[in-house]
């Protein structure tokens, strides 16, 4: 095994659409740094693909899309050469948590990995407000935030520990992965179709910003290239919120996704318990990640 103490260069490398993992990977970091273990932190963006090398950990970070993770992610592995075998952590950040139909939603990248000489010996799944469909109600927003460096810091004493963490998810979910693996044609699509409104004042925003290169300023308003990844990152970020799908409108969320935002709400915000925030199905792997393992602990 791979020896993973302070002399090892622990890699972190993530996607993120609208923050979520980024947050999540720059927890990792800071975590890492407090233990004085040397770290490097990257984003995967079209056209620029992080490279590795084999020493150390490598800390693959990805939001949950359609059961799955993004394409760019299965890209950017195809991209990578692992000569020796190099230990490697794969988290998943999703809206719902452990809970079907999202049990396998590491699997294929985990498979991929595998065939690129990555060792995944850990695997686990971090949650965050949801960024598509159903806005997570404001009060259980807060309680993701505050548990996020907790949750970090548990599995930073696992990974470094070397313990070993894999899932065997459920044949149902694993089924259910291999079809949202439909969104990725179906995000190209959506990304073609995007409505740009009278508010646009072709800033270039959305240009500068799409971590697909989906966007570019062409005489004076945005043009959609065909390479989506339906992250709904220009809708939520557009500083003139000029940008509106052009099919599925219900994947957006009404009052939009700002974390920066509801982390300045933070403060001063009572929590409530879990039991009463996250109540019903829809919430259920939410309500269990925040109660799970907690003895007092979280
Ligand atoms: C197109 C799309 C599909 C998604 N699919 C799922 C899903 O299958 N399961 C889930 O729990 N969350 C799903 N989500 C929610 C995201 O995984 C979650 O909000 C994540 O924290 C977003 O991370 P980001 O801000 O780094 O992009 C989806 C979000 C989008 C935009």
């Given at each position: 095994m791979t020896d993973m103490s302070q002399a090892h260069k622990v890699k972190i490398i993530y996607f993120s659409g609208t923050g979520s993992t980024a947050l999540a990977a720059e927890e990792f970091e800071r975590e890492l740094i407090?233990?004085?273990?040397?770290?490097?932190?990257?984003?995967?963006?079209?056209?620029?693909?992080?490279?590795?090398?084999?020493?150390?950990?490598?800390?693959?970070?990805?939001?949950?899309?359609?059961?799955?993770?993004?394409?760019?992610?299965?890209?950017?592995?195809?991209?990578?050469?692992?000569?020796?075998?190099?230990?490697?952590?794969?988290?998943?950040?999703?809206?719902?948590?452990n809970r079907k139909p999202n049990m396998a939603c590491r699997l294929s990248s985990i498979k991929r990995l595998e065939k690129k000489n990555c060792r995944v010996f850990y695997e686990e799944m971090l949650v965050m407000p949801s960024n598509w469909v159903k806005k997570t109600p404001e009060g259980l927003a807060i309680r993701l935030l505050e548990i996020l460096p907790l949750k970090v810091k548990d599995?930073?004493?696992?990974?470094?520990?070397?313990?070993?963490h894999r899932t065997k998810p459920p044949q149902f979910d694993r089924i259910l992965s291999r079809i949202g693996e439909l969104e990725k044609k179906g995000a190209k699509r959506f990304g073609k179709k995007i409505l740009v409104s009278d508010n646009c004042n072709g800033c270039g925003w959305c240009e500068k910003n799409c971590p697909?290169?989906?966007?570019?300023?062409?005489?004076?308003?945005?043009?959609?290239?065909?390479?989506?990844?339906?992250?709904?990152?220009?809708?939520?970020?557009?500083?003139?919120k000029a940008l509106e799908?052009?099919?599925?409108?219900?994947?957006?969320?009404?009052?939009?996704?700002?974390?920066?935002?509801?982390?300045?709400?933070?403060?001063?915000?009572?929590?409530?318990?879990?039991?009463?925030?996250?109540?019903?199905?829809l919430w259920r792997g939410v309500r269990n990640y925040l109660l799970e393992g907690n003895k007092g602990k979280y």
């Open positions: 407090s233990r004085k273990v040397p770290v490097v932190i990257s984003e995967i963006r079209a056209g620029n693909f992080p490279s590795i090398n084999d020493e150390g950990l490598l800390i693959l970070l990805f939001p949950v899309h359609a059961f799955n993770a993004p394409e760019i992610v299965y890209e950017w592995i195809e991209s990578i050469t692992v000569r020796n075998p190099l230990s490697t952590a794969v988290i998943s950040v999703s809206a719902g948590g599995i930073v004493d696992e990974m470094l520990s070397e313990k070993k697909a290169n989906n966007i570019s300023i062409t005489d004076g308003r945005p043009a959609f290239n065909g390479t989506c990844l339906l992250c709904l990152k220009c809708f939520y970020g557009c500083p003139n799908p052009g099919k599925f409108k219900f994947f957006i969320i009404k009052d939009g996704y700002d974390l920066k935002a509801l982390k300045g709400r933070m403060k001063g915000v009572k929590p409530e318990p879990v039991e009463e925030l996250a109540k019903g199905y």
